[in-house]
């Protein structure tokens, strides 16, 4: 599985911004996804992830805010970001980890960039 994220950009604090993470290989529907970020000097932290049958889990952080889905059918998962904050200004990477745990698979980043 290879994964190519997409999305990100420039907005101003309140704005929205939908990323997407296309994956290619036939198992992907078998594979937990997640989003992560990584601000300057900070580490890269997990920002949410869904199972390969849809439970999904959000850093606190994030709740209410964002959305994780998948479309199994476009090997795609996305994120909806809405109401965005200076403070989520990252790049954003997406991961893939199989149902063993023995595959981490990441993408490129995508710059966010949230104006206030």
């Known amino acids: 599985v290879q994964l190519q994220a997409s999305g990100g950009g420039l907005v101003q604090a309140g704005g929205s911004l939908r990323l997407s993470c296309a994956a290619s290989?036939?198992?992907?529907?078998?594979?937990?996804m997640g989003w992560y970020r990584q601000a300057p000097g900070k580490q890269r932290e997990l920002v949410a992830d869904i199972t390969s049958d849809g439970r999904t889990n959000y850093a606190y952080s994030v709740k209410g805010r964002f959305t994780i889905s998948r479309d199994n059918s476009k090997n795609t998962v996305f994120l909806q970001m809405n109401s965005l904050k200076p403070e989520d200004t990252a790049v954003y990477y997406c991961?893939?980890?199989?149902?063993?745990?023995?595959?981490?698979?990441w993408g490129q980043g995508t710059q966010v960039t949230v104006s206030s």
């Open positions: 991961r893939g980890t199989s149902y063993s745990g023995d595959s981490v698979i």
């Open positions: 290989g036939r198992i992907f529907s078998t594979y937990r």
